[in-house]
């Protein structure tokens, strides 16, 4: 299956793009996703990240869809 996979502030500069596309097996587990991304992309582990699916924050738990949204981004703080 195929999902998305966004970048937005830092992890865009880490990863050199704003937007991928990654094939997944069926029955995927967004944690495992996000260990992939994170394995190819290595430069992302240096940022304390925050994951979504389809615009709702992600605890890993959620079993991916074909054609699923994932959002990789680092917490912003507000002064």
């Known amino acids: 299956m195929k999902v998305q996979v ?22 995927t587990k967004t944690a495992q ?3 992939n991304v994170i394995r190819d992309f290595p ?3 240096e940022h304390k ?3 979504a699916v ?3 924050y992600a605890n890993g738990d959620e079993l991916l869809q074909n054609g699923d ?3 990789v981004f680092t917490a912003v703080s507000g002064g």
């Open 6 to 27: 966004l970048f937005f502030g830092a992890t865009a500069d880490a990863v050199g793009k704003r937007e991928i596309e990654i094939d997944l097996a069926e029955h």
């Open 33 to 35: 996703a996000f260990e």
């Open 43 to 45: 430069r992302l582990a």
């Open 49 to 51: 990240l925050l994951f």
């Open 54 to 56: 389809n615009q709702e």
């Open 69 to 71: 949204e994932l959002a």
